[in-house]
C-alpha cells in the first residue's frame, strides 16, 4: 500500500495560479503513474493529469494549455502546477497512484481548491 499527503489547495482569483504537491510513502516500488484527479460537488471524480515513471504525461482537455504535471522520482513527489484557474476548476483535488498495470494503489485525503472573486 502507498501513503499519498497533498498540499497546496485554497482559494484563489479566477486568472490565478496554485501549486498542488503530493508525497508518497509505502510501498514506493509500486507505483508506476502518478496523478491528480478532481470532484466537484455533484459530479463524479476524473482525471486531471497523470504522469508516469518515465515521464510520458496526459492531460484532461479542459485543463490542456493551463496545468502542468512534473515528478521527481528521487523525492516520490508529485506536483500540479495550475494557471488561469477558472471557476468550473473548483473542485476537491486527490492524488492517486497506480502500478503499472492500472490498479490503484492508493489515494490522498483531498485538497479543496475553490476559484472564487
Known amino acids: 500500500q502507498v501513503q499519498l499527503v497533498e498540499s497546496g489547495g485554497g482559494l484563489v482569483q479566477p486568472g490565478g495560479s496554485l501549486r498542488l504537491s503530493c508525497a508518497a510513502s509505502?510501498?514506493?516500488?509500486?507505483?508506476?503513474?502518478m496523478g491528480w484527479y478532481r470532484q466537484a460537488p455533484g459530479k463524479q471524480r476524473e482525471l486531471v493529469a497523470r504522469i508516469t515513471s518515465g515521464g510520458v504525461t496526459n492531460y484532461a482537455e479542459p485543463v490542456k494549455g493551463r496545468f502542468s504535471i512534473s515528478r521527481d522520482n528521487a523525492k516520490n513527489t508529485v506536483s500540479l502546477q495550475m494557471n488561469n484557474l477558472k471557476s468550473e476548476d473548483t473542485a476537491v483535488y486527490y492524488c492517486?497512484?497506480?502500478?503499472?498495470?492500472?490498479?490503484?494503489?492508493?489515494w490522498g485525503q483531498g485538497t479543496q481548491v475553490t476559484v472564487s472573486s
Open positions: 492517486n497512484a497506480r502500478s503499472f498495470d492500472g490498479a490503484s494503489a492508493g
Open positions: 509505502g510501498i514506493i516500488s509500486s507505483i508506476y503513474t
